[in-house]
């Protein structure tokens, strides 16, 4: 199995998407609240480039469909939507059941851009175990793909890239690393596994989340292998649902 670790969209090649399983990362925080709300029980989360294209699509829900407007705009939750971008918002008693329409500054956009994956995931530390099984049972090479922030390299989601190398590596005994930014992933999460929360607090974007007064989104975000739910896409609409392990 041959693993590559991109650390933005813009540095994506066809070759990283062309019949492989590909983990989208933005640790802070879509792919955690993605992870989250499966783990709550939203049925479904549909992914949207812009919270313009959220608007428009919660107007064309059928009646029967109960939606839950997910997202941000500079951290925040945008005008109208029920929660903003906090993974600790999710509740099973208040959100199982509904279809989640999402929209994020980075994440859910780098989840788009790799649509030309045969399959994708939404990967976190808080899932980075059950995501390591999930990819490793695709059979395929498997690109990890960060979203970064604001076009640069996001610390949070190097280290969640890393979490998952180690997990494929307890998994499968041996990983052949694509290149040195595998490397550097792995390395840095060995280097701060014992504490992952004060790494990603001192990153750009955990000052910026911070900044905002959600600091508990930090603490959300950093708690490795806590959940088991791994959410994936498969073929062309960005659907994220909960993955099935092969019978």
Known sequence: MKLDVVFLPADLEPSHLNQRAVGVFD????????????????????????????RDAAKAVPPNETTLLLGEEHCLAPAGFDLGNSPGALRSDLHAGRVGLM??????????????????????????SAAARAMSSTGRDITLLCAGTGGRVALEDVVGCGAVIAAIENLNGSVTLGGDTARIARQLFLDHRDDLRALIASGDGGQNVMSVGLTDDIDYCSRLDALKVVGVVEGGEPIVRPWMPPR
């Open 27 to 54: 640790v802070l925080r879509a792919t955690t609240t993605i992870t989250a709300a499966l783990a709550a029980g939203v049925r479904e989360i549909r992914l949207f480039p812009d919270v313009a294209s959220v």
């Open 103 to 128: 929209s994020t500054t980075n994440g859910t956009r780098a989840m788009i851009a790799a649509r030309g994956a045969a399959v994708r995931f939404a990967v976190c530390l808080v899932n980075a």
